[in-house]
């Protein structure tokens, strides 16, 4: 095995512009996830059925189907339809959109989770509608639904490197680039695994002592 | 899209993704047991290791593993894995450090009367797992093997980036053939979403078959 720490050096500058890369495409990806998570789980609960049924089909559809093949949908498709993005927002906006459609779920079990009792004390004391979602509801909710939110914070960090397919420079593509100039894939690709796993366990540790502490 | 293109790369593709599935699936299943039982283990050390794999496994992405097999380990080992086996061992043992964390619930979702009554038949340790806890715990693995394995399906489409010809790979080949993305991902992910559908119910018929051999209450 031939380890050469002047390759990781080397790697280095790349390297932190990757992280700064991913944290700022996990940062975004989660505003909208979590935005757009909480539209369509309002959605969900929706009085008509005609809202209900397609809003069902395609958080479905988005969910069952590959993140990756969604980015190259967005990438490939939304410039046929005059809609030109540059890729890194289009990695943004596929995770946000496929990660909302598991956010909406998590919203969905912490609203029902909310017992009954405080939507009847709510309807008694004559509250308008957005003051019994957001100030009896959703307050209660998001105890419960902070956890589970942390938790997939930590997988869509675990799925950036897939928005290298379409060339963004998150890490794994400064691996590459990195892999394919000196011809030494071995050190790059190596700190970028270390580097999830470094990220990845303290933040599901966070999430896990979150949980102990709202949701008793 | 013409027939000659369905032929000649979708279905093939299709064909390419099912068996990366089944054999990441059954590495994963080997792995998740394996690990799962390890967590519930009497010695500290395997239970230790056990957990070391699931964290460093949970931890970092399937798709960098991926990558790390495919040119990392040949330098290092001296040989080359194709594209196919290096896809199914990342996708195998990271699916199988998720599947191991099911695993493990399910024990220990088991009533403890249950291990006690097996240690007060003298049942050995490993015959207590065997023919005590897992035939409990197997059916309450079922729905979260499913999702697993939904999952796992999904996760498939990252060996495109290796060049092995999943469905997605066809996808990515057919758009430079015919300069239509559109409608070749719009069938792309169509496919996934039957494959998905599928598999939701054909566990959910493998629940149904397993609870009624057990006699557990639907």
């Known amino acids: ?216 | 899209m013409t027939a000659g293109l369905w032929q000649h790369w979708v279905l093939p593709g299709i064909w390419v993704t099912i068996q990366l599935t089944v054999y990441s699936a059954a590495l994963a299943a080997a792995v998740a047991f394996g690990i799962g039982l390890a967590r519930t283990h009497r010695s500290r050390l395997v239970r230790f290791l056990a957990a070391a794999y699931t964290e460093i496994f949970r931890g970092t992405s399937a798709l960098v593993l991926m990558f790390w097999l495919f040119f990392v380990l040949p330098p290092l080992a001296g040989w080359q894995l194709v594209p196919m086996w290096a896809a199914v061992l990342a996708l195998g043992l990271s699916y199988g450090a998720y599947g191991a964390e099911i695993v493990r619930g399910a024990l220990n979702a088991v009533p403890p009367a249950q291990r006690e009554a097996g240690i007060a038949l003298s049942l050995t340790p490993w015959q207590r797992t065997r023919l005590v806890l897992l035939p409990q715990a197997v059916p309450e693995m079922i729905p979260p093997f499913c999702n697993l394995l939904v999952e796992l399906l999904k996760g498939t489409a990252l060996v495109s980036l290796l060049g092995v010809g999943d469905v997605s790979f066809a996808a990515y080949l057919v758009r430079l053939a015919t300069q239509d993305s559109a409608e070749i991902y719009t069938i792309t992910l169509v496919i996934y979403f039957v494959l998905a559908f599928a598999i939701t119910r054909g566990m959910k018929a493998l629940e149904r078959r397993t609870k009624a051999n057990l006699g557990v209450a639907k």
Request: proline fraction near 6%; avoid cysteine.
């Open chain 1, 1 to 216: 095995m031939n380890w050469d720490w002047s390759a990781v050096w080397d790697f280095m500058p790349r390297f932190w512009d990757g992280v700064l890369t991913t944290l700022q495409v996990l940062a975004l990806g989660s505003l909208i996830s979590f935005s757009l998570g909480l539209v369509w789980a309002l959605a969900f609960r929706a009085p008509t059925r005609f809202v209900r049924w397609p809003v069902n089909l395609i958080t479905e559809f988005i969910r069952t189907t590959p993140l990756l093949v969604q980015l190259f949908f967005l990438f490939f498709v939304l410039p046929e339809w005059g809609l030109k993005f540059s890729a890194l927002t289009t990695g943004v906006l596929a995770i946000g959109l496929h990660y909302s459609t598991y956010t909406a779920q998590v919203y969905r079990a912490g609203i029902d989770a909310v017992p009954k009792g405080q939507w009847e004390a709510a309807t008694a004391l004559s509250l308008p509608a957005h003051r019994t979602w957001f100030a009896v509801i959703l307050p209660q909710a998001v105890r419960r639904i902070a956890p589970a939110l942390g938790n997939y914070v930590i997988s869509m960090l675990k799925d950036t490197p897939l928005l290298a397919g379409i060339s963004v420079l998150e890490m794994l593509q400064q691996s590459r680039l990195a892999g394919a100039s000196t011809f030494q894939y071995t050190e790059p690709l190596t700190v970028v695994g270390v580097a999830f796993i470094l990220i990845a366990y303290p933040a599901s540790l966070f999430v896990r002592a979150l949980e102990r502490r709202l949701v008793r």
